[in-house]
């Protein structure tokens, strides 16, 4: 006579690897709900900071450190010998750069980047565009924001200024301040408001923190911890025959 009994018949070694993977999904269920957290009071703060007027930058709060979406106001002189040509920046499907030129605060000798907005790239690598930077004192308006970081990828011993003649892979000031000597007042970039002169295209978006996304992932990271869980226990708990 046969029957059927109730065994739990996962081993410790599948045991270990369910804990193990169970952890790992779980923890990035909770990491991701986390960076959603970050996400929503980045993003209040951004919408705050932008009905706020802006902070005049002047020679004596050149050792501060401004926050990011800060709006600022500075007068100073552009260094045109110094213009960056930030590659690879697409706008509207054509290839072209970002113009980067660094702006001396009146009445100090530190720097502060400014992102001037969007050029085309000529029919050659080889013929550049053509800046025209102010030469007298100019004010201008914008908002702080993080330089263009490093792309994914590249390899750690190419410099961002490896091509020459001015055109940078992404910015990476404390590079440009130990090649040059200067002292950029922090590390971060104005992007020049659209009103302002001496500008070229440019029309920032506002910062999306993309909430939505890391709600995503942190479900999609929780089901495969409830997945991991489920398999776990309906292998261990299924019925097999035994006899009596």
Aim: aromatic share 12%.
């Amino acid at each position: 006579m046969s029957g059927k009994k109730s065994l739990f018949q996962v081993g410790i070694l599948g045991s270990l690897l369910a804990v193990v993977f169970f952890s790992v999904f779980t923890g990035l269920s909770w990491w991701q709900y986390q960076r959603s957290q970050e996400k929503i009071t980045l993003q209040a703060e951004y919408e705050r900071l932008q009905t706020l007027p802006p902070v005049q930058i002047n020679a004596m709060q050149t050792g501060l450190s401004f926050k990011r979406f800060v709006k600022v106001k500075v007068r100073g002189k552009f260094l045109p010998e110094a213009d960056i040509l930030l590659d690879n920046v697409i706008v509207n499907g054509r290839a072209g750069y970002h113009v980067i030129t660094p702006l001396r605060i009146s009445d100090t000798g530190h720097l502060m980047m400014v992102n001037r907005g969007w050029v085309p790239a000529g029919k050659s690598r080889e013929i550049l565009p053509h800046i025209e930077t102010p030469l007298t004192e100019v004010e201008i308006s914008g908002r702080i924001d993080r330089p263009r970081s490093k792309p994914v990828g590249l390899s750690d011993d190419i410099a961002p200024d490896s091509e020459g003649r001015g055109v940078w892979l992404y910015l990476d000031i404390p590079y440009y301040m130990k090649k040059t000597g200067d002292q950029v007042v922090q590390n971060s970039i104005i992007l020049l408001d659209g009103d302002s002169g001496h500008g070229y295209a440019r029309d920032w978006p506002g910062y999306d923190a993309k909430v939505g996304m890391h709600i995503g992932y942190t479900i999609h990271w929780a089901a495969f911890a409830l997945a991991t869980l489920a398999i776990y226990l309906w292998f261990g708990f299924r019925s097999k025959d035994e006899d009596e």
